[in-house]
């Protein structure tokens, strides 16, 4: 599931290794695909069926700003997405990539194919690997195009590129740090905490 960087800002409280044991998996760092002279939260025929999801993204950045904090701008365009499994969907290994909810990774797009991308971890060498699925566009690691249905081994830090949307394939720790740097205090106020008190 994509969410907005916002969702997870009130994390950045917990030491590190209290958020990497709570979230034990690898994350995609999504870039904004729109283009910078659209207007931030245009509606779009492509967009409208998640005119929800944009209004609870709203009010979480209201939210942040009523308590003394706004978004760095350099990340509010940005998504997270944890690269996990539904539970409902078969092949213990391989976390699929597409634009359908029948994806374990819902990247809701016409520009990314049906069924895209598929990670899969090997438990014994404890290592990540993606494969690109035939996509129409295609699938990249660090601007190197992928042959289809071959894997490649993923490192953290690298480009993935699915598409027109650029990503970072981030461990927790990584995505921990970010957010250390993710919220501005506004001038005049305080930033609290939701405790009631200040950071």
């Excluded at 969702?7 to 958020?19: A, G, N």
């Excluded at 634009?99 to 598929?118: E, G, Y």
């Excluded at 027109?164 to 501005?184: D, E, K, M, P």
């Amino acid at each position: 599931m994509m969410e907005s960087l916002d969702k997870y800002v009130e994390e950045r409280m917990l030491d590190c290794e209290t958020f990497v044991a709570k979230h034990n998996y690898p994350f995609l760092l999504i870039e904004s695909a729109t283009p910078p002279d659209q207007k931030r939260f245009t509606v779009s025929t492509q967009v409208a069926a998640m005119a929800p999801d944009l209004l609870n993204r709203l009010e979480e950045l209201n939210r942040l700003e009523e308590r003394g904090w706004r978004l760095h701008h350099k990340l509010i365009d940005y998504a997270l997405v944890p690269i996990t499994k539904k539970a409902i969907n078969p092949f213990k290994e391989r976390i699929s990539l597409g634009r359908t909810n029948l994806s374990d990774i819902v990247i809701p797009d016409s520009r990314i194919s049906k069924r895209h991308a598929c990670f899969i971890y090997d438990e014994q060498k404890k290592r990540f690997t993606i494969s690109d699925l035939g996509s129409t566009n295609g699938t990249t690691i660090n601007s190197f195009p992928l042959e289809p249905r071959k894997e490649y081994e993923l490192f953290f830090g690298d480009t993935i590129s699915f598409g027109q949307f650029t990503t970072r394939f981030l461990n927790s720790q990584q995505v921990w740090n970010i957010l250390q740097t993710a919220l501005v205090k506004l001038p005049g106020k305080g930033g609290q905490n939701d405790d009631g008190t200040g950071n």
